[in-house]
Structures are given as structure tokens and as C-alpha cells.
């Protein structure tokens, strides 16, 4: 008896490196901005409806993403929180909030699927207004405004390590 409950522990344990592994935000590369505690400092409007998004924001997101066209829902809407579908067409993420600035966006949202998780992604404007991903984070929790966000950020709780698997 004795075994079989360790060997189910250690199965149930195993079971969860899966999700860990696989739970980044979509994180194509490192951030090239070596100083990532700073990297939300700065004036940012909060936007909280995807369809107010810059339409280069939704495109650079939908490219980071693998997605053919930009899709997330605005905060409270339904999103696809597991990985079993409920109901066909709903988007598998869904806003927090996002902040939009003269050189930066980010985008704060939680992810559904196997493993929830709240994720950034920080994005830079050139003079061209050419969006590029600057930098991106999974965390176990979200935040309810910029400055736990930024908190969050330069604290380290959300975790960059690992590329984007979907």
C-alpha cells in the first residue's frame, strides 16, 4: 500500500513538469533590454478593450503568438480557460490590461489551456511606429495595476527563461 501511494505521488508530481514547462508567454527570444526591472518605467495610458489596440500591437502580438489574426478577449468576457473547448471560437486569452506609450506597449493578460497562467509581453515602437517584442513573462499571478505589475516585473515573478511552445 505503502508504494503505491508513493509511486502516485511521484507520478502526480511528474505530472505537473508539463505545464511549468510549457506555461511561458510567448517568448521568442530574450529580452534585449539587459535592464528588465526598469523596463515598464515610464508614462503608460491603460487601455482595457483589445479593439482600442494600436492595429500594429494586435499584428506584432498575432505574429509572437502563431496566431493568423490578433485574438484576445477584454477583461470579464468569456476565453477558453482549460484546454477542453466548450464552446467553438472563443479566444484562449483574455486581457488584464494593457499599457500603450510613444515607444512601448505591453499587453498583461491571463492564458487558459493546459496550465493557467498570466502573462506579459512588452513591446517596443520605433519612430516608424514598427512594433517589435522587446521582452515577455509567465507568472503564476496577475496584477491589478501598473505599479504591482511593476513590482511583479522587477521582482523576477514572472519568468522569461523558457521560448514560446504555442
Known amino acids: 500500500m505503502r508504494r503505491v501511494t508513493i509511486t502516485a505521488l511521484v507520478l ?16 521568442a527570444q530574450q529580452s534585449r ?22 492595429v500594429g500591437l494586435k499584428s506584432a502580438f498575432a505574429h509572437l503568438a502563431r496566431q493568423q489574426e490578433f ?19 472563443l479566444p484562449s486569452r483574455r486581457l488584464l490590461f494593457a499599457g500603450l506609450s510613444r ?5 498583461h493578460y491571463e492564458r487558459g489551456g493546459r496550465g493557467h497562467s498570466y502573462d506579459i509581453v512588452v513591446f517596443e515602437v520605433d519612430p516608424g511606429e514598427e512594433v517589435k517584442f522587446l ?16 513590482s511583479m516585473v522587477a521582482s523576477g515573478a514572472f519568468a522569461d527563461d523558457r521560448a514560446y511552445s504555442r
Not at 502526480?12 to 517568448?27: D, E, G, K
Not at 526598469?38 to 494600436?54: A, N, Q, T, W, Y
Not at 515607444?103 to 499587453?107: L, P, S
Open 12 to 27: 502526480f508530481a511528474v505530472s505537473f513538469y508539463p505545464v511549468a514547462h510549457y506555461c511561458a508567454a510567448p517568448a
Open 33 to 54: 533590454s539587459p535592464e528588465k526591472s526598469r523596463i515598464l518605467d515610464g508614462e503608460f495610458s491603460i487601455e482595457k478593450d483589445v479593439h482600442r489596440f494600436p
Open 71 to 89: 485574438e484576445m478577449a477584454n477583461p470579464g468576457e468569456k476565453y477558453e480557460v482549460t484546454d477542453v473547448v466548450g464552446e467553438p471560437r
Open 103 to 107: 515607444d512601448k506597449y505591453f499587453i
Open 135 to 150: 521582452w515577455g513573462g509567465s507568472g503564476a499571478t496577475g496584477a491589478k495595476s501598473l505599479e504591482q505589475l511593476r
